[in-house]
């Protein structure tokens, strides 16, 4: 008798009626609440479509010459002026934001790739844990500043020979961000595969007879993205810095290709009479990596379930 | 804790060796000739015994041999006989610049303390400025001083040393014409007008610095501070009548400083590799302008030696960090 007015007034409580909410749209709701990270997902999203398709709106040449009009203020005809060969610096910035970020994002995938993978692997398979860990270790002792810039220097030449000027600095600068900065990323997704592995659903997919690649890409990797995606929006930042760093040392990109860092580097030259050609490419490393610093900010807090719904 | 020290420092050694390897083979495959320099005219006999005397012609274990032997043996003989006036090195082969052909140790002596006066006192500078922030935005979180100080410190993350640096200079020395733009490291302090003008050039290369270390450090210690404030003790300790700053910079300062402590020892080698750019951009000659000229004229003992220095420093504030962690945090001692 008990059982059934149970059953009855568990029948006469209200249906849902909305679907049950997916957990990306609850990240979604908390990511909206941070007002920074917002405003620096917005902004970098402006910037990346501004260094894209901009030059679709603003058709001038970045390595045009024009002697006769060099060094001139801003005008209608040059908004940000012109440089000391006269060529136009809207269409060099965005040329060079053009390089700068795609450096910055895909040195950043290779980083991911490498410390997702490292990470992995090492949480997983408890024989490789302990020689990946202190490979990590050693990676993470090493001077990463002064061994990008030999890097930079010994594999400059063989690269250029083989993959073109352009092309061979932009492989050699990516590869060389790319595998000095897959450390940290390592270290917490091992953390996070470490935990995960002695959770019920892992023991249960393998109870069922799931394989070792299957359980990692099906119950493991979808489980640790949210801090992969955070290191991700952080790597961008490094990267880009990075890249600038070494352009602005002179050991990055060549003179004639613009990027950020060395756009900066050349403006330098000309800080006394010119001091805008410093500061609108600093200008725009420093909106770009304070946008993605943002955005990872508010990507960390949506994603750990601890804060959201708070 | 005497055996933890003591294993750690023996694992450094592998540590140490496996990065010095790594450097070596890197600068192994370097293309560039230390004989590039010399004229067409000298004959390749004369040039094969040139490079020779450079130390080229052995095979790469050997050179890597010697190398490790230069630099861990004769060097520390050669600072004893420095010291104590023996004379243990007496024609022994140090390691020499292909650049200047004199020792490197020597060089790296000179351009050492210009190198840490700067970044020593930037640091400093840091820690002075963002030890309090951190404290008073942990204690008033979420008010407006916390929400400036979160703002001030994501700036100074994203603003590279590269951009405020050559910023200062167009303000400071452009257009107000306050401070020098380029560090003059032959300034002799013994008077007091030397000494204001040491300051002068000092001022800006620290603040430089210092903005992106307070930017990191401000932001550990708050979060460090808020660990600790909603914790069991804190109430206790208020319960029990203690007034509130006693509270605060007594009880939960005390233990929020254990990891921020250990996160200052770990800063300290990557501040030496960040102060390269800052070295560059106001001409300081320390060992950052060193390491990059070194690497511009293909100087390869001079790169090899230096960034093994910075290695050094790395494992070295790494073992720091480690026992000072222990020695503060009675409950993470590694028996």
Redesign the interface.
Known sequence: MTELSKTQTELNQPQPTKPPRSQWLDVWDQFKTHKGAMMGGVLFVLIVAGVYLGPFLWEIDATKIDIRARNQGPSMAHPFGTDQLGRDLLARMMAGGATSVSVGITAMLLALFLGSFVGVVAGFFKRLDGPLMRLTDLFLALPLLPLLLVMMLLFREPLNAAFGLEQGIFILIVTSIGITSWMPTARIVRGDVLALKEREFVLAARSIGTTNSKLITRHILPNVLSPIMVSATLGIATAIITESALSFLGLGFPPDFPTWGRLLFDGTDYLQQYPERVIWPGLAISLTVLSVNYLGDGLRDALDPRIRGR | MLTFTIRRLVLAVP?LL??SL??FL??E????DPMAQVPLTVPPEVKEKMREALGLGEPMPIRFWKWIVQFFWIEPQVLIDHYLGTSFSEGKLRVISWQTRSPVMDIVVQRIPQTLWVVGTAYIVAILIALPIGIYSAYRQYSWFDQMGTFVS??G????P??SG??V??IFS?QLGWFPSIYDTTLVVNSWDSFVKQLQQMIMPVMVLALQITAQLSRFMRASMLDNLNQDYVRTARAKGLSEYVVVMVHVLRNSMIPVVTVIALGI?AIF??A??TE?VFKVNGIGQL??GA??A?DLPM?QT??FI??V???LF?LIADVLYGILDPRIRYD
């Open positions: 540590t496996f990065i790594v450097i890197l600068l495959m370097a293309p560039g994501m700036v993350f994203s603003v590279p590269f951009f050559v910023l200079i167009v452009v080698p590799g960040g390269i750019i560059q390491l990059i690497i511009q293909n790169v230096l960034t910075f290695a420093l790395i494992v790494n």
